[in-house]
């Protein structure tokens, strides 16, 4: 798409980048985004410490309350505005997931774990997942703190209910001579374009919760996300009902 798609730069692409916006929600709206995820993945089916959730799906309103869907669709908009703001396009949402990662000594014995040992912290390309995929966002809750880098004068809120802190979990840009890292704060956007440029993992967490919203963005209209409830692919069940919820095509939210 001309001035949209990403590549090397010419007078119809655009360039390749990332940025970061710190502020982007308030702390309120981070422990009410804290408190939907909670209640949206009660007694959801989890891959090892992951637990995912599609909140476009048909049926999202059922898990996240009219409240808590409210607030995904204010947090959207302001992602695809900043998305639009630095890279000077139009764009068109081609899916969200809101994912939860458990440290692993928090992972329940419930018999809701349908992939023990899941991987999740491998680095990937956002395009490989979907091709659609020309800029990606991750959108994180919580901060990441350590006791152990920090010293005896940091106290972190690990177990804290409303709004916990995590160690471990940083976002790693996988670039040519070293990784490039992210701490992740609540509140604090990261934007790039989807392609081989921007080779990237979140790195596993150590203790705590990390919750992240993750959204991917096209240039193409008529590639916009749409739920298909009946799709045989990508599904995840909840065990309260018969319904069926497609996913984002998308293995990990950095």
């Not at 916006?21 to 939907?36: A, C, F, K, Y």
């Not at 979990?169 to 989807?194: C, K, M």
């Amino acid at each position: 798409v001309a001035n949209c798609t990403p590549a090397a730069v010419d007078d119809e692409t655009m360039p390749c980048g990332r940025a970061m916006h710190d502020g982007l929600i308030n702390t309120n709206e981070q422990r009410s985004m804290v408190s939907v995820f909670e209640r949206t993945m009660r007694n959801l089916f989890h891959q090892g410490a992951t637990t995912s959730f599609a909140p476009e799906a048909k049926n999202a309103h059922k898990y996240m309350g009219p409240d808590g869907l409210v607030l995904f669709n204010n947090i959207s908009r302001r992602v695809r505005d900043a998305i639009e703001g630095d890279f000077h396009t139009k764009v068109y949402n081609a899916g969200s997931l809101l994912t939860r990662i458990w440290a692993v000594d928090k992972i329940p014995d419930d018999g809701m774990d349908v992939a023990p040992g899941h991987e999740y912290s491998g680095p990937h390309v956002d395009k490989a997942n979907r091709a659609s995929y020309d800029y990606s966002a991750l959108l994180y809750l919580n901060d990441h703190c350590s006791e152990d880098e920090g010293g005896d004068a940091v106290v972190c809120g690990h177990g804290e209910a409303s709004l916990p802190t995590f160690d471990g979990g940083r976002f790693a840009w996988v670039d040519e001579d070293t990784d490039t890292l992210i701490e992740p704060r609540g509140g604090r956007l990261i934007t790039f374009t989807g392609g081989l440029e921007n080779l990237h993992h979140g790195q596993p967490v150590l203790k705590g919760t990390r919750y992240v919203m993750g959204f991917w963005f096209t240039c193409h209209p008529e590639l916009q996300y749409e739920d298909e409830e009946e799709s045989s692919e990508s599904k995840m069940t909840h065990t309260s009902s018969t319904t069926t919820q497609q996913l984002p095509a998308t293995d990990t939210t950095a």
